[in-house]
């Protein structure tokens, strides 16, 4: 293995070498071809890595690959890597380093290239941003992915092709093959040593490593498989809530998500997220949870949103109507959540905030009357049970509902209608690091300085039949903690997994679930539509972050949607 490793390492040293060769050559032949016309300057910084593996050579390499495939397709003038590098490590006159704007009039660049390298599983993402250094406002994303490591060279052509087409308006003479889907259980195959270029020999015959951190679960014939999945571009944002769903009535799902203060609606376009609309809460009020149903039964799902400030909730919700969203009510008092009740459908369910507390006790059936809300009958639940930890079903088939909570410590509790418990997990399930009250921010006057206790914000509790058993199933998040045991009110998930549990007169029992993800998971959806010839299809939408805002970093986050066949 450790020869195996070595050699497919020199393999791809020799194709960076080759690069590094050519690409010179390359360029002064196309400035002889056209003396008149200097080339457009353009450097390339380093890629960062969200990886469980080592992919240290695939950062250090693919500059000079795209740059290498971008000179052979436009008139282009690479700036030294070594440059580069060095400019990155200095800081200016005020101690910080450059933004990156400054590093371009440093290096005289026309244009800048960064990006991002995901791993999940064996499937690999490439995300690159193309900044135009005098037009910033101009800057395009791009995006391409591969089911493994021997398809890399391939996105990198893809990928080099769409850049060199919609920036510099060249088309590639040599755009690659069309890549498979990503997944994590590639197809054996076999791919002969020798190839047409030599940068194909970097991952030609390299065996496609499994990740340690895919988890691979026993499934039941009849259930799903959850290792292949298609991945959207990465793009910059802290995601605190998401949902998904048909908001506008063209019979194909939207993405949304939350980022603090801002609402954002996403179209899907391939494997490409494109934005829509932004709302605003105010600045003084975060969003901690979305909600997408059909509540009026009209065939557009609308939207609700709960947000909070420190001292109370400010919640709203939007409709697609006469080709745009418009409010259907804005800033209510409420705590609301749309919940899947027994015998009654899908219900919206608010909670108010209590004097001393984040969250006050009882939750109450919600009316909606010409742009506002009030309180209906109240919900009967047992005590400790809150708007956003829970969910109810009939588990067990003998027409009483069972209640599935999270609890205060992360863990998956099932109790009867009346609240005795039949079971609690081990493991932990939900964890999320949003939370209501706290300290509030830091930007917000001193007299909205209240200190409430934090309560956390769990993620949600799927209700579905997945297993095809005529029994309800739950789908739930679930996650693997570091440091909140050690200190009061400090939580950390660096990594979790979607999981689907089915009870088995006991316990809930998992039987399926996803890949284990790197990142946090700050939400999840499914999805289900009939098809045209009447079967039913799904589609479980997954968020990954990636990577959290930092002073050091800035957050990129990406979608994932795993096919759930019915």
């Not at 496609?208 to 959207?232: L, N």
């Not at 693997?480 to 979790?496: D, W």
């Amino acid at each position: 293995m450790q020869t195996s490793r070595l050699f497919f390492r020199r393999l791809f040293v020799f194709s960076v070498v080759f690069s590094s060769l050519i690409l010179p050559s390359a360029m002064a032949a196309d400035a002889d071809g056209d003396k008149e016309s200097s080339p457009v300057t353009i450097a390339f910084l380093p890629f960062e890595i969200h990886a469980a593996k080592d992919l240290t050579y695939l950062k250090n390499g693919i500059r000079d690959m795209l740059a290498s495939r971008l000179a052979a397709n436009a008139k282009l003038s690479v700036i030294n890597k070594a440059n580069v590098d060095q400019t990155l490590g200095i800081p200016s006159e005020t101690g910080h380093h450059y933004d990156l704007l400054e590093i371009a009039q440093i290096l005289a660049a026309q244009y800048l290239v960064t990006g991002s390298i995901t791993q999940m599983g064996t499937s690999l993402s490439i995300d690159a941003k193309v900044i135009h250094a005098l037009e910033p406002a101009d800057t395009q994303y791009f995006f391409a992915s591969a089911a493994n490591e021997n398809e890399v060279l391939s996105a990198l052509d893809q990928l080099a092709a769409e850049i060199s087409l919609q920036v510099f308006k060249v088309q590639a003479k040599h755009p690659g093959k069309p890549l498979s889907t990503p997944s994590t259980k590639p197809k054996p195959e076999t791919i002969p040593f020798q190839t047409a270029h030599p940068d194909r020999a970097f991952l030609a015959g390299a065996p496609a490593i499994a990740s340690p951190t895919v988890a691979v679960p026993t499934v039941p014939k009849t259930s799903p498989s959850g290792t292949t999945f298609t991945k959207s571009q990465n793009f910059k944002m802290d995601i605190l809530a998401m949902d998904a769903g048909d908001v506008d009535g063209d019979g194909e799902d939207e993405i949304i998500l939350a980022k603090k203060s801002k609402l954002i609606i996403y179209k899907q376009e391939a494997d490409k997220l494109s934005e829509v609309k932004t709302f605003s809460s105010g600045a003084r009020f975060h969003i901690h949870s979305i909600s997408v149903a059909d509540l009026n039964q009209n065939g557009i799902m609308e939207i609700y949103v709960s947000a909070a400030g420190s001292e109370r909730p400010n919640s709203f919700a939007l409709e697609w109507q006469n080709n745009s969203f418009d409010y259907i009510f804005n800033d209510a008092q409420w705590y609301i959540k749309v919940i899947n009740l027994p015998n009654e459908g899908t219900t919206l369910v608010g909670q108010r905030a209590g004097m001393d507390t984040a969250i006050a006790p009882g939750l109450f059936r919600v009316e909606q009357n010409d742009g506002s809300i009030t309180a209906g009958k109240k919900l009967a639940v047992p005590q400790g049970i809150n708007l956003f930890n829970f969910a109810m079903a009939d588990l067990d088939g003998d027409g009483l509902h069972e209640i599935i909570a999270i609890d205060d410590s992360d863990h998956l509790r099932v109790h009867t209608a009346n609240g005795k418990k039949l079971w609690a997990s081990s493991d932990l399930y939900g964890g999320m690091k949003r939370f209501i009250g706290g300290e509030g921010d830091l930007d917000w006057t001193e007299q909205d300085q209240v200190t409430k206790p934090k309560f956390y914000v769990p993620s949600r509790i799927i209700v579905a039949d997945l297993n095809k058993d005529n029994q309800p199933d739950i789908i739930v998040k679930k996650v693997y903690a570091t440091g909140y045991r050690i200190l009061e009110n400090v939580k950390n998930y660096p990594s979790g997994l979607v999981e689907a549990l089915t009870w088995n007169g006991l316990a809930l029992e998992p039987f399926w679930q996803t890949n284990k993800l790197d990142g946090s998971i700050p939400g999840y959806q499914l999805r289900i539509k009939k098809s045209d010839d009447g079967s039913k299809i799904g589609n479980l939408y997954v968020g990954l972050q990636l990577q959290e805002d930092t002073l050091l970093k800035s957050p990129e986050a990406t979608i994932l949607t795993f096919p759930i066949p019915f």
